[in-house]
């Protein structure tokens, strides 16, 4: 399944946030969102997961609007690791987990033995296969961030739709995640902030810049010294990573700051 988002508006209270965005992923693909603060990459995948309608434009999945479809329909489709946190905090990991399988259930039916087997395997492979019988609050951000993944592939979607996935988690979590979504090879969209995680990770990246997309391609192409400095405001230079290949993106952290100078990146 592929996603294809086209002409996408968005718009807050009647603010206009993000205009006239497309952007694909293909089927089997990961696709990334990059952009600075406030660019508008929680606002588009919003749409994607059925959180927030556009104010314009379609969301494709598979050539099918996720907004005509079912919740049923759509949930067992598309399943999110979203900014949005829940609030579900005096229930256990395990339940929480369990959430994910509502697609697969009749209004009446508990879990049965197939549930219980997802659950349990999505939890050991996000490595919190000890953690079912904890209760949620009392984990770290970052563990909750892994049961909350967990959660969205015990949904078993053909598109996975993740925001900031790597927020919270340590470094060989972050790798761990990374690696997860590729041997997934679901259609994936996925936020990051980190340019280097989306190097190595995306076979194609969109770039936003205050709502609206300015570059599209595989990672070489679109992250170039010219790009990271007029969308980021960052000096930068694009270097091959010496054990993988990706593009290796070495920051200048000695270069004046465009926000201290008061200029506009
Ligand atoms: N619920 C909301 N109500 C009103 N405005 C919002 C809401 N959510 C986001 N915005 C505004 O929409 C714009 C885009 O925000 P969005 O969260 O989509 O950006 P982002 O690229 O995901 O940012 P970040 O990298 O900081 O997470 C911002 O100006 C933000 O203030």
């Excluded at 089997?28 to 997961?49: F, H, Q």
Aim: aromatic share 4%; hydrophobic share 45%; glycine share 10%.
């Amino acid at each position: 399944m592929d996603i294809a988002v086209e002409g996408l508006s968005v718009a807050y209270a009647g603010r206009a946030v993000v205009s006239g965005v497309h952007l694909i992923a293909a089927a089997g693909e990961i696709a990334g969102l990059v952009g600075p603060n406030g660019s508008g990459k929680s606002s588009v995948l919003r749409t994607v997961y059925r959180h927030l309608r556009p104010a314009a434009g379609r969301v494709l999945v598979d050539g099918r609007d996720v907004w005509d479809l079912t919740p049923v329909q759509a949930a067992r489709r598309v399943a999110a690791l979203p900014q949005e946190r829940t609030s579900d905090f005096e229930l256990t990991v395990g339940d929480i987990v369990m959430m994910g399988r509502t697609p697969y259930k009749g209004p009446f039916s508990g879990e049965d033995a197939t549930d219980r087997a997802v659950v349990a395997g999505v939890l050991e492979r996000v490595g919190m296969g000890d953690a079912r019988n904890r209760p949620f609050s009392a984990l770290s951000g970052g563990e909750r961030q892994r049961v909350l993944l967990a959660r969205a592939l015990a949904q078993d979607p053909e598109v996975l739709v993740l925001d900031e996935p790597t927020n919270h988690l340590d470094v060989l979590h972050q790798v761990e995640l990374l690696a997860l979504l590729r041997e997934q090879r679901r259609t994936t969209l996925v936020s990051l902030h980190d340019l280097n995680a989306a190097a190595s990770v995306c076979d194609r990246l969109h770039v936003l810049h205050r709502g609206r997309v300015v570059a599209s391609g595989a990672p070489r192409e679109v992250l170039t010294p010219e790009l990271l400095r007029e969308v980021f405001g960052v000096r930068a230079a694009v270097l091959d990573h010496p054990l993988t290949g990706d593009p290796l993106i070495a920051f200048d952290h000695h270069a004046p700051s465009p926000l201290t100078r008061g200029a506009t990146p």
